[in-house]
C-alpha cells in the first residue's frame, strides 16, 4: 500500500468503465427498437404504465442514490462517525406518508405531470410556477451530481475531468432520448447491481487490510467512529437523532411525495396497487444502500486510523477520499479500481437520465402542450430534443406548495403564488447565508484519538462526542446554523404558513369541485368492476380519507349518501 503519489488506471479498468457505457446504451437501443419503439409520449413518458413493482422500487431508489452521495457518505462517516446512520429512520414515515397520500390522488387524477394538479387545484400561473422551480432544481442538481465525481477522479486517478463528464452525458441523454422512460428504469437495475457489486468489494477487500472483521471493529470503536443516539435537540446540531429522523422526513417528502422523477415512476405503474408496493419496496433498498455507504466508512477509518490522506496533505478536499482510498487499498486488484469507479458513474448515469425524464416529461405537458397543438408524433419528437438540450435547494418549496394544496381547502391561488416564492427566498436566503457564514472555518470533525467511548461492560457503544462547548448562535447566525437537514421543513413550512396567511387576506377560496368530482367518479367506476364487498370498501375508505383530509366540507356532501 503505497500512500504517496498520484494513482493510475490500468487497461483493465478502463475496460470495465467502457463496458458500463456500453451496457447501458444498448439497453436504449434495446427499446428504442422493440415494442412500440418510442412513438407516442405514453409509451415515452410512461412505458404504457405498464411497469412492475420491483424494478420501479430499484429505479426509485437509484433516481437519488447519486454519485456525491457515494463519495460523500462515507467521507462523513470517517470524518464524524455513525450519527449520520440515523437518517434511516427517517426513511419510514418518508416512505409511507407518499405511498398512502400522494400516490393515490396523483395515479387517480391520471396526471402526466404532477404539476397539472397545482392548475387543477390553484390555476395556471401556479402550475408554470412549480413548473419553473422544478426545471431549475434538477438542472442544478444535475450539474453538481455530473462533475463533483468528475472531478474528484479527475484529483485521484488523472483521468481527464472533461472526458468523464463528456462520455457521462452523452450516453445518458442517447440513451434517455432514445429509449424512454423503459430504457431510463431498466438501465437503473443494471447500474444498482454495478453500484451494490463495487461498494461491497471496496469493503471485503478494505476489510481484509486492516486485519479482519475483528481488528477492523476495535480500531473503529477506539477510534471513538461507532456513534450512540444524540438526543440533542439544538437545531444548529448539524447531525443529530432529531435532525436526521426528523428533518430527514421532510427531505424524503419532497423527493419521493411531489418530485416529478418519482411521481413519474409511480404513475408508470400496471396499477395504483403495485405503484404502491414499489415505493415500500424503496425501504430496504434504501436501507441496504445507506449500510454499504456507511461501513465503507469505518473501513476506511479502520485503515487510515489517525493517519488521514487528507491531513498528511495527500488529497486536497473529502470528496477526494473514497476515490483515494480505492485506487490505494485495491492497486493490486486488477479492475477492481474500475469496477467502483462503474459503480461511482452509475450513481451519476441514473441520476442524470432520471433527471432529462423527468424534465422533458414537464416541458411538454406543462410549458409547451397547453399553448401549441401538434400530433403525437411531433410531441414525441420534440421530448426526445428537450432532453438532448436540457444539460445541468428547492424541494422544500415544492413540498410545501402541493401540501397548500392538498391538506389546506381555504388556500387560494394568489397564497400558493406568494407562498412558493417566500419559500424560495427562505431557501436561498438560509442556504447561501449559512454558507457564507461557514467560509472562515472548515466543519469540525471528531478528533483522531477520540476517547468518548463508553466501556463495552455498560451495555452502551459510545455516546455522542462533544465537538464544540461555544455558546450557541443568536440572531441571524443561529438561523444561518440551523442544520442543512431542517432547510427542507422550513421551507415547506414557510410555504404554508405564508400561503394561508395570504389566502386569509385576499379571501377565502375553496378547492374546485371539478377535482373532488373526478377522484369520485373513479372511485365509484372502481367500485362497480370490484366483485369482493371488502375490496370496495378498501377502495371507497382510502379515497374517503385522502380526499376528505384536504377538502373536508365539499366531500361530506358528495358522499353522504354512500356513507351515511
Same mark, same amino acid.
Given at each position: 500500500?503505497?500512500?504517496?503519489?498520484?494513482?493510475?488506471?490500468?487497461?483493465?479498468?478502463?475496460?470495465?468503465?467502457?463496458?458500463?457505457? =456500453?451496457?447501458?446504451?444498448?439497453?436504449?437501443?434495446?427499446?428504442?427498437?422493440?415494442?412500440?419503439?418510442?412513438?407516442?409520449?405514453?409509451?415515452?413518458?410512461?412505458?404504457?404504465?405498464?411497469?412492475?413493482?420491483?424494478?420501479?422500487?430499484?429505479?426509485?431508489?437509484?433516481?437519488?442514490?447519486?454519485?456525491?452521495?457515494?463519495?460523500?457518505?462515507?467521507?462523513? $462517516?470517517? /470524518?464524524?462517525?455513525?450519527?449520520?446512520?440515523?437518517?434511516?429512520?427517517?426513511?419510514?414515515?418518508?416512505?409511507?406518508?407518499? !405511498?398512502?397520500?400522494?400516490?393515490?390522488?396523483?395515479?387517480?387524477?391520471?396526471?402526466?405531470?404532477?404539476?397539472?394538479?397545482?392548475?387543477?387545484?390553484?390555476?395556471?400561473?401556479?402550475?408554470?410556477? #412549480?413548473?419553473?422551480?422544478?426545471?431549475?432544481?434538477?438542472? @442544478?442538481?444535475?450539474?453538481? #451530481?455530473?462533475?463533483?465525481?468528475?472531478?474528484?477522479?479527475?484529483?485521484?486517478?488523472?483521468?481527464?475531468?472533461?472526458?468523464?463528464?463528456?462520455?457521462?452525458?452523452?450516453?445518458?441523454?442517447?440513451?434517455?432520448?432514445?429509449?424512454?422512460?423503459?430504457?431510463?428504469?431498466?438501465?437503473?437495475?443494471?447500474?444498482?447491481?454495478?453500484?451494490?457489486?463495487?461498494?461491497?468489494?471496496?469493503?471485503?477487500?478494505?476489510?481484509?487490510?486492516?486485519?479482519?472483521?475483528?481488528?477492523?471493529?476495535?480500531?473503529?470503536?477506539?477510534?471513538?467512529? @461507532?456513534?450512540?443516539?444524540?438526543?440533542?435537540?439544538?437545531?444548529?446540531?448539524?447531525?443529530?437523532?432529531?435532525?436526521?429522523? =426528523?428533518?430527514?422526513?421532510?427531505?424524503?417528502?419532497?423527493?419521493?411525495?411531489?418530485?416529478?422523477?418519482?411521481?413519474?415512476?409511480?404513475?408508470?405503474?400496471?396499477? +395504483?396497487?403495485?405503484? =404502491?408496493?414499489?415505493?415500500?419496496?424503496?425501504?430496504?433498498?434504501?436501507?441496504?444502500?445507506?449500510?454499504?455507504?456507511?461501513?465503507?466508512?469505518?473501513?476506511?477509518?479502520?485503515?487510515?486510523?489517525?493517519?488521514?490522506?487528507?491531513?498528511?496533505?495527500?488529497?486536497?478536499?473529502?470528496?477526494?477520499?473514497?476515490?483515494?482510498?480505492?485506487?490505494?487499498?485495491?492497486?493490486?486488484?486488477?479492475?477492481?479500481?474500475?469496477?467502483?469507479?462503474?459503480?461511482?458513474?452509475?450513481?451519476?448515469?441514473?441520476?442524470?437520465?432520471?433527471?432529462?425524464?423527468?424534465?422533458?416529461?414537464?416541458?411538454?405537458?406543462?410549458? @409547451?402542450?397547453?399553448?401549441?397543438?401538434?400530433?403525437?408524433?411531433?410531441?414525441?419528437?420534440?421530448?426526445?430534443?428537450?432532453?438532448?438540450? @436540457?444539460?445541468?435547494? =428547492?424541494?422544500?418549496?415544492?413540498?410545501?406548495?402541493?401540501?397548500?394544496?392538498?391538506?389546506?381547502?381555504?388556500?387560494?391561488?394568489?397564497?400558493?403564488?406568494?407562498?412558493? /416564492?417566500?419559500?424560495?427566498?427562505?431557501?436561498?436566503?438560509?442556504?447561501?447565508?449559512?454558507?457564507?457564514?461557514?467560509?472562515?472555518?472548515?466543519?469540525?470533525?471528531?478528533?483522531?484519538?477520540?476517547?468518548?467511548?463508553?466501556? /463495552?461492560?455498560?451495555?452502551?457503544?459510545?455516546?455522542?462526542?462533544?465537538?464544540?462547548? !461555544?455558546?450557541?448562535?443568536?440572531?441571524?447566525?443561529?438561523?444561518?446554523?440551523?442544520?442543512?437537514?431542517?432547510?427542507?421543513?422550513?421551507?415547506?413550512s414557510t410555504v404554508v404558513l405564508i400561503g394561508l396567511v395570504i389566502s386569509?387576506?385576499?379571501?377565502?377560496?375553496?378547492?374546485? +369541485?371539478?377535482?373532488?368530482?373526478?377522484?369520485?367518479?373513479?372511485? +365509484?367506476?372502481?367500485?362497480?368492476?370490484?366483485?369482493?364487498?371488502?375490496?370496495?370498501?378498501?377502495?371507497?375508505?382510502? $379515497?374517503?380519507?385522502?380526499?376528505?383530509?384536504?377538502?373536508?366540507?365539499? $366531500?361530506?356532501?358528495?358522499?353522504?349518501?354512500?356513507?351515511?
Open positions: 500500500m503505497d500512500p504517496t503519489g498520484q494513482k493510475y488506471f490500468t487497461i483493465i479498468d478502463y475496460v470495465i468503465f467502457a463496458l458500463l457505457l =456500453v451496457a447501458s446504451m444498448a439497453i436504449g437501443l434495446y427499446y428504442a427498437f422493440t415494442g412500440g419503439r418510442q412513438r407516442t409520449t405514453q409509451e415515452f413518458m410512461y412505458a404504457d404504465r405498464s411497469m412492475k413493482c420491483l424494478p420501479l422500487s430499484l429505479s426509485l431508489m437509484a433516481t437519488f442514490q447519486s454519485a456525491v452521495a457515494i463519495i460523500g457518505t462515507p467521507a462523513e $462517516v470517517y /470524518a464524524n462517525g455513525t450519527q449520520y446512520w440515523f437518517i434511516g429512520c427517517s426513511y419510514i414515515l418518508g416512505l409511507l406518508i407518499p !405511498a398512502h397520500i400522494f400516490i393515490p390522488l396523483f395515479y387517480r387524477l391520471h396526471l402526466t405531470s404532477v404539476y397539472q394538479y397545482l392548475e387543477l387545484r390553484f390555476c395556471k400561473a401556479v402550475r408554470i410556477c #412549480g413548473t419553473v422551480t422544478f426545471i431549475f432544481q434538477m438542472v @442544478i442538481y444535475m450539474g453538481v #451530481g455530473i462533475y463533483t465525481p468528475a472531478l474528484a477522479l479527475n484529483a485521484v486517478t488523472g483521468f481527464h475531468l472533461w472526458g468523464a463528464v463528456l462520455a457521462t452525458g452523452l450516453v445518458c441523454t442517447l440513451y434517455t432520448a432514445l429509449g424512454g422512460l423503459k430504457a431510463v428504469v431498466w438501465t437503473d437495475v443494471f447500474q444498482t447491481v454495478v453500484m451494490f457489486t463495487g461498494q461491497l468489494a471496496v469493503i471485503i477487500v478494505g476489510v481484509h487490510q486492516a486485519g479482519g472483521l475483528s481488528d477492523a471493529w476495535v480500531k473503529v470503536r477506539d477510534g471513538g467512529r @461507532i456513534s450512540g443516539i444524540d438526543l440533542n435537540p439544538d437545531p444548529t446540531v448539524r447531525h443529530t437523532f432529531w435532525t436526521l429522523g =426528523v428533518g430527514g422526513v421532510f427531505l424524503m417528502l419532497s423527493l419521493y411525495g411531489v418530485n416529478q422523477a418519482q411521481v413519474q415512476r409511480y404513475l408508470s405503474s400496471r396499477t +395504483e396497487k403495485e405503484a =404502491v408496493m414499489s415505493c415500500y419496496m424503496v425501504f430496504p433498498c434504501l436501507q441496504v444502500a445507506l449500510m454499504l455507504s456507511c461501513l465503507m466508512g469505518l473501513v476506511m477509518y479502520a485503515c487510515y486510523g489517525n493517519n488521514s490522506p487528507l491531513e498528511q496533505q495527500y488529497i486536497t478536499s473529502k470528496d477526494q477520499m473514497v476515490l483515494y482510498f480505492v485506487m490505494d487499498m485495491l492497486q493490486n486488484f486488477p479492475g477492481l479500481p474500475g469496477l467502483f469507479v462503474a459503480c461511482l458513474f452509475s450513481a451519476s448515469l441514473s441520476t442524470i437520465s432520471s433527471a432529462f425524464n423527468s424534465l422533458a416529461t414537464v416541458t411538454m405537458v406543462d410549458l @409547451i402542450k397547453p399553448h401549441y397543438s401538434m400530433t403525437e408524433a411531433r410531441a414525441t419528437l420534440l421530448s426526445k430534443i428537450d432532453q438532448m438540450n @436540457i444539460f445541468g435547494m =428547492v424541494g422544500g418549496p415544492l413540498l410545501g406548495l402541493f401540501c397548500l394544496g392538498i391538506f389546506f381547502p381555504c388556500a387560494n391561488s394568489i397564497g400558493a403564488v406568494i407562498g412558493l /416564492a417566500a419559500g424560495l427566498v427562505m431557501s436561498f436566503w438560509v442556504g447561501i447565508g449559512g454558507f457564507l457564514s461557514r467560509m472562515p472555518s472548515s466543519v469540525q470533525v471528531l478528533p483522531l484519538n477520540s476517547t468518548n467511548t463508553v466501556p /463495552a461492560a455498560s451495555g452502551n457503544i459510545t455516546g455522542p462526542a462533544v465537538i464544540d462547548a !461555544a455558546s450557541r448562535p443568536v440572531g441571524l447566525n443561529g438561523l444561518y446554523s440551523l442544520s442543512y437537514m431542517w432547510y427542507s421543513a422550513l421551507n415547506s386569509f387576506m385576499t379571501g377565502k377560496k375553496h378547492g374546485p +369541485e371539478e377535482l373532488l368530482i373526478v377522484l369520485y367518479t373513479y372511485t +365509484e367506476e372502481r367500485n362497480q368492476k370490484t366483485q369482493l364487498d371488502s375490496q370496495k370498501w378498501s377502495y371507497g375508505f382510502t $379515497v374517503k380519507c385522502i380526499v376528505a383530509w384536504g377538502h373536508f366540507n365539499v $366531500v361530506k356532501l358528495l358522499l353522504a349518501d354512500r356513507w351515511s
